[in-house]
C-alpha cells in the first residue's frame, strides 16, 4: 500500500516560489503523470517527495504518515532520472544490482540474481547485463536506468523525464515499451514529462502543473477534451488547439456566434445542455476551441466557407498540416500528404462546430462544450 | 542567387597519434548531391552520419579530401568562406553578447564598410521578416532561445548570400517554439527565395520543410528525393524505417504459395498478409525477406471483417490519434487509428494489413525488391 498525499505544500528557494499549495492525493498503485513546461515545479515535487527537498510549508504523507521529517534515504522511494547516473566502471548486472547490495536494501546474491534476470526480461535487456555502461546506446542506458529501479520493490516509483534525452522516434518506441510493461509495476509510481503523448499514453491520471500551481486533475481524455482553460487545451495536442475569438447572440434557433475576425456569423447546432449552460452564464465574449482535425478545407470556393490565404503546409509524418490566414487570424489544420498546395494561394475553410469547445474570453477559462455529458461518461473515471 | 553541385566527395579525418598504418573510415563517401537555384534540400541522418561535415566542407570550414563544390558555377574547393557567398546558422547562436539585437544583424556588414543608411535600410528590410523588428533595441541575453535562433538567422540572410547553410537551428528549441519557428523559416525561404541546405536529423523537420531531401547513413548517401518519394517509395530498409513517424513496421517473413496467390507468413503468429500479384515474378513458396507496412496502412476491421484475430498488447490514448501494438512474433505490429474506440491490453481485435501498400526488403542487405 502506498497512498501519497501532498497537502499544501509550499517549497520556496530564496525569493522565488517553485511551488504554491499544491495538493496532490496519489492512489496506491495509481500511474501518476505531472506534466507541464520547463520550470513549472514539476521536479520539485517529485524532489519533495523523495525527501530530496523539504517543502516550508505543507505535508507530505505515505499512506497517511506525514513523511516531512523522514530523510530521503529512509523514505523507501526509488529514483529514474533523465540522466542514467549510471555507474560507468560497472557493468550493467552490478548497475542494477547495487541498490540490492546497499546496506538498507540488503539482499542476498541469489534472490539478486533472480530478480535481476526477471526484470531484465522484462525489459527485454537481458543480453546486454554483462556489458559496461560506455557500451550502451543512450535507449538502452536509459532501459537500465529503469531497470535499476525496478528490481526494489520501493513504496513508490519515482521518474524524472526518463525519456527526454532521447531522440524522437527512440521516445516513442520507448514510451509504447513502457506502457506494455507498466502493468507489471503493481506499485505507484509518479511520472515528470513535458511530452504531452507521454502523459496521455501513460498516466492513468494527469496533473498539469504550471508556475507552482496545480492547474488541473484528471484523466487524458479529461484533459484532452473538457480543458479547464486555454492553456491546458494548447498543451494537449500538436498542432495546437486554435482558438477562435467571438460573440455569442441567443438567435431564433438557438445561438449564433459571430467571429471577430470577418465577422462571419455561425448558427450553432442544437445541444440542450450546451445552450442551457450558455442561458446561465449569460456570456457574450467567448474563444471558441477548435482541434485542427475538426477543420474542413476547399481549395475551390465554397457554399459557407471562409476564404482564407495559405500561410504554411508542412508535412507532419502520416499526415499534414495547413496553417490558413485570416487577417489576423491563422488556422491550423489537418491534410493529407502530398498536396501541391502553394504559400499564399486561397483556400477556404469551413469548422465542424459540433467538436466546438467554449472559452470565457477575459479569464480564458473553460466555459463548456458539445457532448459534454457523453464525453463524461467515458472520461471520468470514478474509483 | 545560385545553385550548389556536389562532386564525387569525400572526407577522411587524419588519424592523430595513432598508428600510421590504420586510418579513419571515411567520414563522407562519393556524394552526389545537386541543388537548383532556389531549392531549399535537407541533409538528414543519424548523428555521425557526415551531415555536419558536408555543410561544414561546403561553408569552407573544413578541407576536402576529395571531390569538387561548386556554387553556382564557381568551384569553390579552395576559396576563403568569405569569399563563397554564403549565410550560416547554427544551432549556437554566437551572438555578440555586449551588442544590441541591430548591431548584432549589422555586425557584417559594417565589418564590410557597407554605409550606414544602407546598414539601416537592411536591417529594417530583414527584421519583419524573422518577426524581431520588436527586439532591435535589446541586448542577447534579454531574448528567449527562439528570439535568439530568429536573430541569428536574420545575420545570415542579411548579407543576401547566394546559398543559405542551416545546421540544426532548431534543436535547442522546446516543442512549441520549435513547430512556430519551423514555420517561419517556411515563410522566410519561400519570401528571400534562396537556395538553402539544411542539417538535421529529425525527419519530421525535413519533412515539413525541405523541397528535396537527402537521406545519408554512415557517409554514405541512401536516396535525394522529395519528401513525397522518400516516403512512398524508400529505397531500403533503412530509409523506409528512418522517414515516418512512428516508423514502418518491418517485419521478416517467408512466402508461402496459396492458391492463385502468395502470403506473407511470420513466425509465432496466424497473420497472413496478401502479397500484391505485381511480385508474382520475383517471391516463390519459401522466399524469405522482409516485409514493411506503415502503421496507417494496417487496420482495425469491422464486426463482420474476414481479418486475423489478434490480441492487443499496447493501447496508446494519444488524444489526437490512437496507437495500437500488436505483437506479430517478436516484433511489435503499430497501428495508427484516428477512431474513437478504446481497448486495453488484452482485447482482441480484427487486424487488416493492405498488402497493396506492403514493400520488401532483401533480408541481408536490407535493398528494397521490386517487382
Known amino acids: ?383 | 542567387m545560385a545553385g550548389l553541385r556536389i562532386e564525387h566527395l569525400y572526407k577522411r579525418y587524419e588519424n592523430s597519434g595513432k598508428k600510421k598504418s590504420v586510418q579513419n573510415d571515411y567520414a563522407v563517401k562519393d556524394l552526389n548531391l545537386v541543388a537548383e537555384q532556389g531549392e531549399f534540400i535537407a541533409l538528414l541522418g543519424p548523428s555521425g552520419c557526415g551531415k555536419t561535415t558536408t555543410l561544414r566542407m561546403t561553408a569552407g570550414l573544413e578541407d576536402i579530401t576529395k571531390g569538387e563544390i561548386y556554387i553556382g558555377d564557381v568551384l569553390v574547393n579552395n576559396l576563403h568562406p568569405k569569399d563563397r557567398h554564403i549565410g550560416l546558422a547554427f544551432e549556437d547562436y554566437a551572438m555578440y553578447p555586449p551588442l544590441t539585437v541591430y548591431d548584432n544583424i549589422a555586425f557584417n556588414l559594417k565589418a564590410k564598410g557597407v554605409d550606414k543608411a544602407e546598414i539601416d535600410k537592411r536591417v529594417r528590410e530583414i527584421a519583419p521578416l524573422m518577426q524581431c523588428d520588436d527586439l532591435l533595441d535589446k541586448m542577447p541575453v534579454k531574448l528567449s532561445g527562439g528570439q535568439k535562433q530568429r536573430v541569428n538567422i536574420a545575420r545570415a540572410i542579411i548579407r543576401r548570400p547566394e546559398l543559405l547553410l542551416m545546421d540544426e537551428p532548431l534543436s535547442h528549441l522546446d516543442g512549441k517554439a520549435r513547430q512556430a519557428m519551423r514555420t517561419e523559416i517556411k515563410r522566410l525561404i519561400n519570401d528571400i527565395k534562396c537556395t538553402t541546405v539544411y542539417v538535421t536529423h529529425d525527419q519530421l523537420e525535413a519533412m515539413s520543410l525541405a523541397d528535396k531531401i537527402a537521406i545519408i547513413n554512415f557517409g554514405v548517401l541512401q536516396q535525394y528525393g522529395t519528401p513525397a518519394e522518400v516516403y512512398d517509395d524508400p529505397v531500403n530498409e533503412f530509409v523506409a524505417s528512418f522517414i515516418g513517424e512512428p516508423p514502418m513496421n518491418i517485419l521478416e517473413t517467408t512466402i508461402k504459395g496459396k492458391g492463385d496467390h502468395f502470403v506473407f507468413t511470420f513466425e509465432g503468429s496466424n497473420l497472413e498478409i496478401e502479397v500484391p500479384k505485381r511480385y508474382n515474378n520475383v517471391v516463390k513458396d519459401g522466399f524469405k525477406c522482409k516485409m514493411g507496412v506503415r502503421p496507417m496502412d494496417v487496420l482495425i476491421g469491422g464486426p463482420d471483417s474476414k481479418g486475423t484475430s489478434e490480441e492487443v498488447a499496447t493501447f496508446e490514448n494519444l488524444g489526437d490519434e490512437r496507437r495500437i501494438g500488436i505483437h506479430v512474433g517478436g516484433t511489435l505490429l503499430m497501428l495508427i487509428t484516428d477512431a474513437e474506440t478504446r481497448y486495453k491490453a488484452g482485447d482482441i481485435i480484427k487486424l487488416e494489413v493492405r498488402g497493396e501498400k506492403t514493400h520488401l526488403f532483401d533480408i541481408e542487405t536490407g535493398d528494397r525488391i521490386r517487382e
Open chain 1, 1 to 383: 500500500m502506498s497512498r501519497i498525499q501532498l497537502e499544501n505544500v509550499t517549497k520556496k528557494f530564496g525569493k522565488v516560489t517553485a511551488l504554491d499549495g499544491v495538493t496532490l492525493d496519489i492512489k496506491d498503485k495509481e500511474f501518476f503523470v505531472l506534466f507541464g513546461p520547463a520550470g513549472a515545479g514539476k521536479t520539485t515535487i517529485l524532489n519533495c517527495i523523495a525527501g530530496i527537498q523539504i517543502p516550508e510549508e505543507g505535508v507530505v504523507k505515505f499512506d497517511g504518515e506525514v513523511v516531512n521529517l523522514v530523510d530521503a534515504a529512509h523514505r523507501d522511494t526509488a529514483m529514474v532520472f533523465e540522466n542514467y547516473a549510471l555507474y560507468p566502471q560497472m557493468t550493467v548486472y552490478d548497475n542494477m544490482a547495487s541498490p540490492l547490495r546497499s546496506n538498507l536494501y540488503k539482499k542476498d546474491e541469489e534472490y539478486i540474481k533472480n530478480k535481476i534476470q526477471e526484470i531484465a526480461e522484462m525489459m527485454k535487456m537481458d543480453y546486454l547485463l554483462q556489458r559496461l555502461p560506455s557500451q550502451l546506446s543512450n535507449g538502452q542506458k536509459q532501459r537500465v536506468a529503469m531497470g535499476r529501479a525496478l528490481v526494489r520493490s520501493p513504496r513508490v516509483y519515482l521518474m524524472d523525464e526518463p525519456l527526454a534525452h532521447l531522440d524522437a522516434k527512440l521516445r516513442n518506441a520507448m514510451r509504447t515499451e513502457l506502457k506494455e510493461i507498466q502493468a507489471n509495476f503493481g506499485t505507484t509510481s509518479i511520472y515528470v514529462t513535458h511530452d504531452f503523448m507521454e502523459a496521455m499514453s501513460l498516466g492513468d491520471r494527469i496533473a498539469i502543473v504550471n508556475e507552482g500551481h496545480i492547474v488541473q486533475i484528471g484523466t487524458g481524455d479529461e484533459i484532452y477534451y473538457m480543458p479547464c482553460n486555454e492553456f491546458v487545451a494548447q498543451l494537449m495536442g500538436d498542432p495546437e488547439i486554435n482558438i477562435i475569438g467571438g460573440t455569442l447572440a441567443k438567435s431564433a434557433k438557438g445561438y449564433t456566434f459571430t467571429m471577430n475576425a470577418g465577422g462571419k456569423a455561425y448558427e450553432l447546432p442544437a445541444d440542450a445542455d450546451l445552450f442551457a449552460k450558455f442561458d446561465e452564464v449569460g456570456l457574450e465574449k467567448v474563444e471558441m476551441g477548435m482541434r485542427p482535425q475538426h477543420l474542413k478545407y476547399s481549395f475551390e470556393p465554397k457554399e459557407g466557407y471562409l476564404k482564407c490565404s495559405v500561410y504554411s503546409y508542412e508535412s507532419i509524418g502520416n499526415k499534414s498540416v495547413i496553417v490558413a490566414e485570416m487577417g489576423e487570424l491563422q488556422l491550423r489544420m489537418i491534410a493529407p500528404n502530398g498536396l501541391t498546395v502553394k504559400i499564399d494561394q486561397d483556400v477556404y475553410v469551413d469548422m465542424k462546430l459540433e467538436h466546438a469547445m467554449f472559452f470565457n474570453a477575459d479569464t480564458k477559462e473553460y466555459v463548456t462544450r458539445y457532448n459534454e455529458a457523453e464525453i463524461k461518461s467515458f472520461a471520468i473515471r470514478e474509483d
